[in-house]
Every structure is written in C-alpha cells, then in structure tokens.
C-alpha cells in the first residue's frame, strides 16, 4: 500500500510498544532514541509511526483492531499463568488486576465503531 493509506494502525508489538520502551528507559536513564520513521502493523503493513495509536479508539484499521484484541486477550492469559507460578514476583491479584485491564483493553478494540 502507498503513502494514501488513512487508516490509523496499531504497532506489531501492541503490548509492549516501541514509545513505552522509550519513555521508560527516557525517565531511568534520561537517555531517549529516535522513534522509528515506520514501523510494522497488526495487520502487516509498515506505517508511519505517526499513523499508529494503542488507544482502541483511535484505530480505524479494521485487521489492526482484531490483531490488537487477540494480542491483549494473549497476554492477559500469560499475566495470570505468571501470577499463578510459585515464587513470582507478582501476586494473584495484581496479575488478576492487570490481566483485567487487558481483557478491558481487547474489548475496546472488539467494539465497533
């Protein structure tokens, strides 16, 4: 697809997004890199990043906001197996809480718009 694309996408790594990496290791270290011109999608495009968003109301990329809901209901799923484990660092409840707010996450990126 050319540069006409309108649609706003969500990044590949929709959990673990590339400017939530940088703004943690900006506030640790106070060091930040570049942000990427493009990157890749949900749905499998490069994008610029500035046609990117990880708020469900934003994405108007209909395989983006499905890729989106599977990639939180799967990491939900994982949060609560860690909780689950003997010796984490996380208890039940905080991997509940979190893998909660993920489900949240999956079905604003579930409901249409």
């Known amino acids: 697809m050319g540069g006409d694309d309108p649609h ?17 290791m900006a506030s640790t270290f106070g060091l930040a890199g570049d942000l990427p011109s493009r990157i ?3 749905c499998g495009l490069r994008a610029p990043y500035a046609m990117t968003s990880p708020r ?12 989106a809901r599977l990639e939180h209901l ?7 197996r860690l909780g689950r484990i003997p010796g984490s ?6 991997a509940k809480l979190a893998a909660d707010r993920h489900r949240d996450l999956a079905k604003r990126f579930s409901a249409a718009e």
């Open 56 to 67: 469900p109301e934003n994405v108007t990329c209909l395989a983006c906001r499905e890729y």
């Open 89 to 94: 660092t996380i208890s039940t409840d905080q």
């Open 40 to 42: 890749a999608t949900g």
């Open 74 to 80: 799967r990491f939900a799923d994982e949060l609560e």
């Open 8 to 24: 706003i996408h969500v990044e590949s790594k929709v959990v673990r997004g590339v400017a939530a990496v940088r703004n943690m």
